[in-house]
C-alpha cells in the first residue's frame, strides 16, 4: 500500500525517534489473499522499503483461511525484519467465524514471536492484532489461545469496542449508514464515525481510518458482482486535515493494494493476482496519493494542527476519473449481462452512487513559498493565487490534455502535461470510476506486471481493448529553473493505443454542464466541515483571474485516428486525418462533411 525510494540515514534516524516519542502510528491494510503467486521474501521487500519510506510503521496483514496464507505470512514477516518494517495480521472475518477464537489465537501464537511483529504497551510485549468486521469473537480465548500479552484492536462496531484495547473504524467513506453512497436521506460521514468510536471507547486508543477513493466493478464475470461508489473527489487531502485536528493513536490508511476497490495507494507493480479488476485498474497509478500524505504523516506523528511546516519541496499532485460521468456505456459494459448471484452489492450499468461524484479535476499544491498555479484541463483553464503550505482545488473537467503548472516571481517552477487524457466515451467500452493520480515533478512510470492482467479480458466487449500498459511518462518541466522555463513539453505519444480506445460514443445526454466552481480549501483550518461533501469544504471561492485556452487542432498531415478523445475540441476528423479505431467502432465524422 505505500511506496519506494532511497532512504537516508538521518531520515531514518528521524521516523524512528518521532514514532517512539510522539506513540502516534500508521498503519496500511495489506490483502495477503490476492498475492499467493509470491515465491520469496524477496518479492515483498519493494513494498516494505516503499512504505517505511514514507513514514508508515506497520503493515495490516489481512488473512483469510486459504492455503497458502502461512506461507506468505512467512515471506512477509521475513522481509518486513530485513528492512526494518513492522507488521500484524488483520483476521478478515468474511471467512474467519467468529465461533474460531481458539484458532484465532493459535495464528497469533504461531507468528507472535516474530522479529518484525509489531508489539506496543507499556512494556512494549503486546502482541497487536486487528480484523476487518469480526463482532462476537471471544476476546478472552483469543487471548488464552495465543498464551502471550495481545493489544487486540479489532475493526467491531462501536457499541462492541469497549471489550477490545482499541478498536478500528473501517468506513474511511462518507455512507449511508448501509454500505453504499449517501442519500440526502441518510448521510454518514467519517467524522461521524470518529465521534461513535471515540465515544464508545472512553479514552482507549482509536484507529482512524483514512482512505482516498472507492470503486468496484464486478459483474457476472465472478461470483461476488459489485458494482458501487463512495463519493470520494477530495476526501483524500480533507480526511488528512481531520486527522491532524483528530490527532487519534493510530491511523490505519485504506489500502496498500487492493485493486478490486481502487483505494491502493501501493504500486501497480506490486506482485498480486488479478481476478479481472485490471479492466478498471490499467494505467491507472497511484502513487502520488502517497506522495501527498507524506507531509501529513509527518505532521500527524509530530502532534501538528496544520501540514505547512511539514512540507520542505514544491509538489502538485492531480486525480480524476478518466471519462465523463455522462459517458453511456451500457451497450458494451461488462455489468450489463444477468447475474445469478445479484444482491445487494450489484447493480447493472453506471455504478451505484455516481451522482454523488463531481465531474471534476483535484488538484492539491504543497508548496513551499506562495505561487501561481494553473490547471488546464481541456480547454478549461483556471489560475490560482496559491498560498505556502496546502491547497487544494476542484475544477471542471474539460475533455483532451490536461495540464498543470506552477510559477513564482514570473519564473515557472513546476509544468508538465498527464499522461491521461479526459474522453466524453467509454474507456474499453465499461464505465470506469477508478481515478488516475499524477504528480509535479512526474514520478517513475508504475505499469501492471504481465501476470496481472489473467482477468482482464473476462466481461469485456470483444475487441476494444488489449491487456497492456499503454502510459509513457508524464512530461514535465523537471527540477525548478533558474529562468524562464521556456516552451511548454508535451508528451504526445501519437495515436492513443488501442489498449485505452475509447469504445462507445456518449449518450448526447441533455443534461446541462454544471456551472464552473473552483473550490479552494483552506487546509488549516480545524473548523472545516466533514469530508463528506468536498464542494461543501470551501473556504472561500477563487476569486482569482482565469483564462481559457482554445486547443488548436491537427491541421494538414497525414494522421491515423484511434480514438474520439484525439479529435478535442473539434470532435470531427481534418483535413489530412483518417480514421483507424477500434473494429467495430463508429467512425468519427469528418469536420468538412461527408
Given at each position: 500500500?505505500?511506496?519506494?525510494?532511497?532512504?537516508?540515514?538521518?531520515?531514518?534516524?528521524?521516523?524512528?525517534?518521532?514514532?517512539?516519542?510522539?506513540?502516534?502510528?500508521?498503519?496500511?491494510?495489506?490483502?495477503?489473499?490476492?498475492?499467493?503467486?509470491?515465491?520469496?521474501?524477496?518479492?515483498?521487500?519493494?513494498?516494505?522499503?516503499?512504505?517505511?519510506?514514507?513514514?508508515?510503521?506497520?503493515?495490516?496483514?489481512?488473512?483469510?483461511?486459504?492455503?497458502?496464507?502461512?506461507?506468505?505470512?512467512?515471506?512477509?514477516?521475513?522481509?518486513?525484519?530485513?528492512?526494518?518494517?513492522?507488521?500484524?495480521?488483520?483476521?478478515?472475518?468474511?471467512?474467519?467465524?467468529?465461533?474460531?477464537?481458539?484458532?484465532?489465537?493459535?495464528?497469533?501464537?504461531?507468528?507472535?514471536?516474530?522479529?518484525?511483529?509489531?508489539?506496543?504497551?507499556?512494556?512494549?510485549?503486546?502482541?497487536?492484532?486487528?480484523?476487518?468486521?469480526?463482532?462476537?469473537?471471544?476476546?478472552?480465548?483469543?487471548?488464552?489461545?495465543?498464551?502471550?500479552?495481545?493489544?487486540?484492536?479489532?475493526?467491531?462496531?462501536?457499541?462492541?469496542?469497549?471489550?477490545?484495547?482499541?478498536?478500528?473504524?473501517?468506513?474511511?467513506?462518507?455512507?449511508?449508514?448501509?454500505?453504499?453512497?449517501?442519500?440526502?436521506?441518510?448521510?454518514?460521514?467519517?467524522?461521524?464515525?470518529?465521534?461513535?468510536?471515540?465515544?464508545?471507547?472512553?479514552?482507549?486508543?482509536?484507529?482512524?481510518?483514512?482512505?482516498?477513493?472507492?470503486?468496484?466493478?464486478?459483474?457476472?464475470?465472478?461470483?461476488?458482482?459489485?458494482?458501487?461508489?463512495?463519493?470520494?473527489?477530495?476526501?483524500?487531502?480533507?480526511?488528512?486535515?481531520?486527522?491532524?485536528?483528530?490527532?487519534?493513536?493510530?491511523?490505519?490508511?485504506?489500502?496498500?493494494?487492493?485493486?478490486?476497490?481502487?483505494?491502493?495507494?501501493?504500486?501497480?507493480?506490486?506482485?498480486?493476482?488479478?481476478?479481472?479488476?485490471?479492466?478498471?485498474?490499467?494505467?491507472?497509478?497511484?502513487?502520488?496519493?502517497?506522495?501527498?500524505?507524506?507531509?501529513?504523516?509527518?505532521?500527524?506523528?509530530?502532534?501538528?494542527?496544520?501540514?505547512?511546516?511539514?512540507?520542505?519541496?514544491?509538489?502538485?499532485?492531480?486525480?480524476?476519473?478518466?471519462?465523463?460521468?455522462?459517458?453511456?456505456?451500457?451497450?458494451?459494459?461488462?455489468?450489463?449481462?444477468?447475474?445469478?448471484?445479484?444482491?445487494?452489492?450489484?447493480?447493472?450499468?453506471?455504478?451505484?452512487?455516481?451522482?454523488?461524484?463531481?465531474?471534476?479535476?483535484?488538484?492539491?499544491?504543497?508548496?513551499?513559498?506562495?505561487?501561481?498555479?494553473?490547471?488546464?484541463?481541456?480547454?478549461?483553464?483556471?489560475?490560482?493565487?496559491?498560498?505556502?503550505?496546502?491547497?487544494?482545488?476542484?475544477?471542471?473537467?474539460?475533455?483532451?490534455?490536461?495540464?498543470?503548472?506552477?510559477?513564482?516571481?514570473?519564473?515557472?517552477?513546476?509544468?508538465?502535461?498527464?499522461?491521461?487524457?479526459?474522453?466524453?466515451?467509454?474507456?474499453?467500452?465499461?464505465?470506469?470510476?477508478?481515478?488516475?493520480?499524477?504528480?509535479?515533478?512526474?514520478?517513475?512510470?508504475?505499469?501492471?506486471?504481465?501476470?496481472?492482467?489473467?482477468?482482464?479480458?473476462?466481461?469485456?466487449?470483444?475487441?476494444?481493448?488489449?491487456?497492456?500498459?499503454?502510459?509513457?511518462?508524464?512530461?514535465?518541466?523537471?527540477?525548478?529553473?533558474?529562468?524562464?522555463?521556456?516552451?511548454?513539453?508535451?508528451?504526445?505519444?501519437?495515436?492513443?493505443?488501442?489498449?485505452?480506445?475509447?469504445?462507445?460514443?456518449?449518450?448526447?445526454?441533455?443534461?446541462?454542464?454544471?456551472?464552473?466552481?473552483?473550490?479552494?480549501?483552506?487546509?488549516?483550518?480545524?473548523?472545516?466541515?466533514?469530508?463528506?461533501?468536498?464542494?461543501?469544504?470551501?473556504?472561500?471561492?477563487?476569486?482569482?483571474?482565469?483564462?481559457?485556452?482554445?486547443?488548436?487542432?491537427?491541421?494538414?498531415?497525414?494522421k491515423t485516428i484511434t480514438a474520439l478523445s484525439q479529435l478535442a475540441p473539434t470532435n470531427?476528423?481534418?483535413?489530412?486525418?483518417?480514421?483507424?479505431?477500434?473494429?467495430?467502432?463508429?467512425?468519427?465524422?469528418?469536420?468538412?462533411?461527408?
Amino acid at each position: 500500500m505505500c511506496g519506494a525510494s532511497s532512504h537516508k540515514h538521518g531520515a531514518k534516524h528521524t521516523h524512528i525517534e518521532q514514532r517512539e516519542s510522539s506513540g502516534k502510528m500508521v498503519f496500511c491494510h495489506f490483502m495477503v489473499g490476492i498475492v499467493s503467486g509470491r515465491t520469496s521474501a524477496a518479492d515483498y521487500d519493494d513494498d516494505m522499503i516503499r512504505a517505511k519510506s514514507f513514514g508508515i510503521d506497520a503493515f495490516a496483514l489481512n488473512i483469510g483461511t486459504d492455503t497458502f496464507t502461512d506461507q506468505q505470512l512467512g515471506y512477509a514477516y521475513q522481509s518486513a525484519a530485513k528492512n526494518g518494517m513492522k507488521l500484524f495480521i488483520s483476521f478478515d472475518f468474511n471467512w474467519w467465524k467468529a465461533s474460531q477464537a481458539m484458532d484465532v489465537g493459535a495464528k497469533i501464537k504461531q507468528f507472535g514471536g516474530q522479529p518484525a511483529q509489531l508489539k506496543v504497551g507499556p512494556n512494549g510485549d503486546q502482541v497487536f492484532v486487528s480484523s476487518f468486521i469480526g463482532d462476537g469473537l471471544d476476546l478472552a480465548a483469543v487471548r488464552s489461545a495465543a498464551g502471550m500479552p495481545l493489544f487486540i484492536a479489532p475493526n467491531s462496531k462501536a457499541s462492541n469496542a469497549a471489550a477490545a484495547d482499541a478498536a478500528f473504524n473501517w468506513m474511511a467513506w462518507p455512507s449511508n449508514g448501509a454500505n453504499k453512497a449517501p442519500t440526502d436521506a441518510a448521510n454518514v460521514t467519517v467524522a461521524d464515525g470518529d465521534e461513535a468510536y471515540t465515544k464508545a471507547l472512553g479514552g482507549k486508543p482509536y484507529m482512524a481510518p483514512a482512505s482516498p477513493w472507492f470503486f468496484t466493478h464486478y459483474g457476472a464475470e465472478v461470483s461476488y458482482s459489485k458494482n458501487w461508489v463512495f463519493p470520494s473527489d477530495l476526501l483524500w487531502y480533507n480526511r488528512w486535515n481531520e486527522i491532524l485536528q483528530l490527532a487519534p493513536q493510530y491511523v490505519e490508511i485504506i489500502t496498500w493494494n487492493d485493486y478490486g476497490e481502487s483505494h491502493y495507494i501501493g504500486p501497480l507493480s506490486s506482485p498480486h493476482y488479478d481476478d479481472g479488476n485490471s479492466k478498471w485498474v490499467n494505467d491507472m497509478p497511484h502513487n502520488g496519493w502517497l506522495d501527498m500524505a507524506k507531509p501529513f504523516i509527518a505532521a500527524y506523528k509530530a502532534g501538528s494542527k496544520s501540514v505547512n511546516n511539514h512540507i520542505d519541496k514544491d509538489q502538485i499532485i492531480y486525480w480524476y476519473r478518466p471519462s465523463l460521468k455522462s459517458a453511456n456505456c451500457d451497450s458494451t459494459d461488462n455489468t450489463m449481462k444477468a447475474v445469478s448471484n445479484a444482491g445487494e452489492n450489484f447493480f447493472q450499468g453506471r455504478p451505484n452512487g455516481a451522482d454523488t461524484l463531481s465531474d471534476s479535476v483535484f488538484v492539491v499544491a504543497l508548496l513551499t513559498q506562495p505561487g501561481k498555479v494553473t490547471v488546464s484541463s481541456g480547454n478549461n483553464s483556471k489560475t490560482f493565487e496559491a498560498q505556502a503550505g496546502a491547497n487544494a482545488w476542484a475544477v471542471n473537467m474539460g475533455v483532451g490534455k490536461q495540464t498543470f503548472s506552477l510559477t513564482r516571481g514570473g519564473k515557472t517552477v513546476l509544468k508538465g502535461t498527464s499522461s491521461k487524457d479526459i474522453s466524453a466515451d467509454c474507456i474499453c467500452g465499461m464505465y470506469n470510476f477508478n481515478a488516475y493520480v499524477g504528480t509535479l515533478p512526474a514520478g517513475s512510470p508504475d505499469a501492471l506486471p504481465s501476470d496481472a492482467f489473467k482477468g482482464f479480458q473476462s466481461g469485456l466487449a470483444p475487441g476494444l481493448c488489449q491487456p497492456t500498459p499503454s502510459l509513457k511518462k508524464a512530461a514535465d518541466a523537471g527540477p525548478e529553473p533558474t529562468g524562464d522555463a521556456g516552451p511548454e513539453p508535451t508528451d504526445d505519444a501519437g495515436p492513443e493505443p488501442t489498449g485505452l480506445a475509447p469504445a462507445s460514443k456518449s449518450s448526447g445526454s441533455s443534461t446541462k454542464p454544471p456551472v464552473e466552481t473552483s473550490i479552494v480549501i483552506n487546509p488549516v483550518d480545524p473548523s472545516r466541515p466533514s469530508s463528506s461533501n468536498p464542494a461543501t469544504q470551501s473556504s472561500t471561492c477563487s476569486t482569482s483571474a482565469s483564462t481559457t485556452k482554445t486547443t488548436d487542432p491537427v491541421i494538414g498531415g497525414s494522421k491515423t485516428i484511434t480514438a474520439l478523445s484525439q479529435l478535442a475540441p473539434t470532435n470531427c476528423l481534418q483535413k489530412g486525418q483518417v480514421w483507424g479505431g477500434p473494429p467495430g467502432s463508429d467512425p468519427a465524422a469528418r469536420c468538412d462533411g461527408p
